[in-house]
């Protein structure tokens, strides 16, 4: 969370910057287009960090730093057939967690930062409340 506080400064302060240098010279193009890049900087910036909290009846993935709670997904433990921990490797590659649930059409899946030993934990927790649980590397 404090690298997404600062990439979130860092675009605050690059829009602030190109944006007053928008009104002041003739060449505009450079400092619009600085401008457009800060701002979908700080939309991703926001959209990228994610919270799970796993209680008894439900697990809910919340976006903290988003302005609404529309965001916010829930899934009944009930519901959720099957949760995966899926590693990609490669260039873009990581750790994903794909939730795979009745009320779905299609499966969820989160990119997550999780370290061993929370991933661990996570894994314990939901085998716990009685959902499967998989682990698969690419």
């Given at each position: 969370m404090f690298l997404t506080i600062g990439k979130i400064g860092i675009g605050i302060v690059g829009?602030?910057?190109?944006?007053?240098?928008?009104?002041?010279?003739?060449?505009?193009?450079f400092d619009l287009f600085m401008c457009i890049f800060f701002i979908?900087?700080?939309?991703?910036?926001?959209?990228?960090?994610?919270?799970?909290?796993?209680?008894?009846e439900r697990l809910v993935v919340k976006r903290?730093?988003?302005?609404?709670t529309k965001t916010d997904k829930t899934f009944k433990t009930d519901e959720i057939k099957e949760v995966v921990f899926h590693r990609i490797k490669g260039k873009y590659g990581g750790w994903f967690l794909i939730i795979r649930a009745e009320q779905l059409r299609h499966n969820d899946d989160f990119r997550i930062h999780f370290g061993a030993n929370i991933r661990s934990e996570f894994i314990t927790q939901l085998n716990n409340l009685g959902v499967k649980v998989s682990s698969k590397e690419n």
């Amino acid at each position: 969370m404090f690298l997404t506080i600062g990439k979130i400064g860092i675009g605050i302060v690059g829009l602030v910057k190109f944006a007053s240098n928008l009104f002041t010279k003739s060449g505009w193009g450079f400092d619009l287009f600085m401008c457009i890049f800060f701002i979908l900087w700080i939309i991703q910036a926001i959209r990228g960090v994610k919270t799970f909290h796993l209680f008894p009846e439900r697990l809910v993935v919340k976006r903290p730093f988003f302005f609404t709670t529309k965001t916010d997904k829930t899934f009944k433990t009930d519901e959720i057939k099957e949760v995966v921990f899926h590693r990609i490797k490669g260039k873009y590659g990581g750790w994903f967690l794909i939730i795979r649930a009745e009320q779905l059409r299609h499966n969820d899946d989160f990119r997550i930062h999780f370290g061993a030993n929370i991933r661990s934990e996570f894994i314990t927790q939901l085998n716990n409340l009685g959902v499967k649980v998989s682990s698969k590397e690419n």
